[in-house]
């Protein structure tokens, strides 16, 4: 590995951590924020439809500005938001008004929208350029930011430190974070027949979305990308209204939810070396599944808390594994990463508000059946993972990647 290469992925490691701690702030201090606000699971969902509106745009938009712009230009403009995203919601802490809380959360999903689109194009090129599975890893990473965001989160809960405080400190220390964006590439992720056109050439270039298994593949890792987002925004909320515990509790199965994730996740390129794709990410929606079965039809919380690590491991792979799929074949895949990345972060940051909305018709438990749904029909969709015929070897895609530059 050269060193270029090797500064981009520990720059990626740190970027796709980021976020998993900001993130964990956030949601392990809900409880507090929602008794700050005085608001019902209804209003609290109205409150993260801030975040989906920003989510939105950050997705939908992200894909045409790394096309434009590069990769490293929207991850860049993505992190600062973010990090002024949480910075805003500890200050609408202070003063207990949702619609600045609703501001704070849209930018921080905008960032956090932008930025998963671009970290995962980069994720993928890093992968195909080391030959070996990489995202697995990558997003590994997110889910260790997370957990160490919960711990955090939970023992300041305990203390019952200032939510302002614990925030606005969580902003100030991400905030150096922002250099390691230098790492990445300059102009990765402009589009080829944008280079092409300013040499006077114009490149054929399959368009792989019109592949039907990168729809399936978005159909796929919505699914899985969904059950990881219900358990970011709801679980603690989840295990407080719907199983009877306290707070810290609640917190505290969401901490154990976010380690067996990232334990997943590390493991992945482990079990990848004796399991393809598709059975991994079959065995993995099932035990998904299974585990998200205990947490909603079982009467005590024991069980319930214990089962989210089957949660936890069973959603771990389904997102990377995704991108990666989507990264095999010929012609600029950077299009089809772009795709199957804004499907899965949609239902990860737009999906759980929506879930909000049903809850308050029919409880927190009864609104996780859509995903206990979701994730068997995801088992069915996971031949999608496999390579499709055409796909090139490592080599060859290296030697055209080369050619176009």
């Not at 520990?10 to 701690?21: E, I, N, S, T």
């Not at 019902?40 to 801030?50: D, K, N, Y």
């Not at 295990?239 to 493991?267: K, L, N």
């Amino acid at each position: 590995m050269d060193t270029v290469t090797y500064q981009r992925r520990r720059a990626l490691f740190l970027l796709y951590c980021l976020p998993g701690v900001v993130l964990a702030s956030w949601v392990t201090r809900t409880p507090a924020i929602r008794d700050r606000l005085g608001a019902s699971t209804a209003e609290m969902g109205v409150v993260l439809v801030g975040m989906s509106i920003g989510s939105m745009t950050g997705i939908f938009c992200s894909g045409m500005l790394v096309r434009r712009w590069g990769t490293r230009s929207v991850t860049l403009m993505g992190t600062i938001t973010m990090i002024a995203g949480v910075a805003t919601i500890g200050a609408a802490a202070a003063i207990g008004t949702s619609s600045v809380v609703f501001a704070g959360l849209a930018l921080f999903g905008l960032g956090m929208g932008a930025n998963e689109i671009a970290l995962n194009i980069d994720g993928a090129e890093i992968e195909r350029i080391l030959g070996r599975p990489v995202l697995p890893t990558l997003h590994g990473c997110f889910s260790l930011g997370a957990a160490i965001g919960a711990v955090i989160g939970i023992i300041l809960g305990v203390l019952n430190y200032s939510v302002t405080v614990h925030l606005l400190v969580v902003a100030l220390v991400c905030a150096p974070a922002v250099v390691a964006v230098r790492a990445l590439p300059l102009g990765y992720g402009i589009s080829r027949h944008r280079r092409a056109r300013r040499r006077g050439r114009t490149p054929t270039e399959v368009n792989p979305l019109r592949e039907g298994r990168i729809i399936v593949l978005c159909l796929t890792v919505l699914a899985m990308a969904l059950a990881e987002g219900a358990a970011t925004d709801w679980l603690p909320l989840l295990m407080v209204d719907g199983h009877g515990v306290g707070p810290v509790a609640g917190s505290v199965v969401y901490a154990v939810f976010a380690a067996s994730m990232a334990a997943g996740r590390f493991s992945g390129p482990i079990v990848l070396t004796r399991f393809d794709r598709s059975t991994v990410v079959r065995i993995s929606a099932l035990l998904g599944a299974s585990g998200l079965a205990v947490v909603i039809f079982s009467p005590g919380a024991a069980p319930a808390g214990i089962a989210v690590v089957l949660w936890g491991l069973g959603t771990a792979l389904g997102f990377p594994l995704a991108i990666s799929a989507a990264g095999d074949g010929p012609g600029d895949r950077s299009v089809a990463v772009s795709a199957v990345a804004t499907a899965g972060t949609s239902a990860l940051l737009i999906g759980p508000p929506l879930l909000g909305f049903l809850g308050e018709h029919f409880t927190l438990r009864g609104a996780m059946i859509v995903v206990l749904a979701l994730l068997v029909l995801a088992a069915a969709g996971a031949s999608a993972m496999r390579p499709p015929p055409t796909s090139r070897s490592h080599g060859e895609r290296r030697r055209i990647e080369t050619e176009c530059i």
